[in-house]
């Protein structure tokens, strides 16, 4: 029972273009949920959160939003530089802070 | 620089032996920190929450006699992958807990290989 999905496994990007990454989650107690970066053989690295209280949260080139009703949150790096090819990992979590559910991930690639 | 660290970072060990895998909180008390582990290109999955103290609680699925989580010190909590078997290799990472909003620190992660 995957809780926390993305969908797209990939996704390819020209430098300086808006990277969109989505995720479905269908637990509706979670209210916190992260977005993390992660290069292969490392641990995941923090980029920016969001509470259910708010529907975006913007830090930088990063902007995660989310819409509640339909249990989907997105990360929207602009402009998309070749250093954030990575995998990125959304993660959600409910009272238990720090019991992350993550997603699958999906593998950024921005090009040159 | 890394906030919490874990060691060994690579391991290989023999089936049948156990290893050990330690997490520090590097500079801050973590009552709470939490094992998840990685299939090659898989998510991360929740294995445990370790809890300073007390008994881990394991998640669904997990053998806690096979996971042995320890969590002595409010800064060092041990897995211990025990009668190692090379279908238990894999990526274990852990992550602790400190105060306030975005306070989920993750280790490097081990990559565990059982030959």
């Known amino acids: 029972d995957q809780q926390v999905k993305q969908n797209s496994p990939s996704l390819s990007v020209q430098e300086g273009r808006i990277s969109i990454l989505n995720c479905d989650y269908t637990?509706?107690?979670?209210?916190?949920f992260l977005w993390y970066k992660k290069y292969p053989a490392e641990g995941p690295t923090f980029l920016i959160s969001i509470s259910s209280i708010k529907d975006k949260n913007e830090d930088g080139r990063f902007t995660v939003f989310l819409n509640k009703s339909a249990k989907h949150l997105s990360l929207h790096i602009v402009p998309s530089q070749p250093g954030d090819s990575a995998v990125y990992f959304c993660?959600?979590?409910?009272?238990?802070?720090?019991?992350?559910?993550f997603g699958q991930g999906t593998i950024l690639t921005v090009h040159p | 620089g890394a906030v919490v660290s874990q060691h060994p970072s690579r391991v290989i060990c023999k089936s049948g032996t156990s290893v050990k895998i330690e997490c520090r909180s590097l500079?801050?008390?973590?009552?709470?920190m939490f094992w998840y582990r990685q299939f090659p290109k898989k998510s991360l999955m929740l294995m445990a929450t370790s809890n300073e103290g007390s008994k881990a609680t394991y998640e669904q699925g997990v053998e806690k006699d096979k996971f042995l989580i320890n969590h002595a010190s409010l800064t060092l909590s041990t897995l211990t992958v025990t009668s190692a078997h090379p279908e238990d290799s894999s990526f274990y990472i852990c992550s602790a807990q400190g105060d306030g909003e975005n306070t989920i620190y993750f280790g490097e992660g081990s990559w565990l290989t059982v030959v």
């Open positions: 500079d801050f008390q973590a009552t709470t």
């Open positions: 993660a959600a979590c409910g009272t238990s802070y720090g019991k992350l559910t």
């Open positions: 637990n509706s107690m979670f209210d916190y």
